[in-house]
């Protein structure tokens, strides 16, 4: 199940840097660039965030001396 979020993460930061490399060649306008990079953008939390944040964080000591 990783492996899927993996890819729909990958798929969405590839989807992220094609915008501005379609601008730069012309193939599309700066404001279909701006829709392009918002579902990049929508695509990689969709993906990364059940494998990045998957652990929550433990405290490390349980006694704390002040």
Do not use: Y
């Not at 979020?5 to 990958?10: E, N, P």
Request: glycine share 12%; hydrophobic share 55%.
């Amino acid at each position: 199940m990783n492996s899927v979020f993996k890819a729909i993460a990958s798929g969405g930061l590839l989807l992220t840097a094609a915008g501005p490399i379609l601008v730069l060649t012309g193939a599309i306008d700066v404001p279909t660039n701006k829709t392009v990079m918002l579902a990049g953008m929508i695509v990689w939390f969709i993906g990364a965030i059940p494998w990045l944040g998957g652990k929550p964080l433990q405290p490390a000591d349980d006694q704390v001396e002040i």
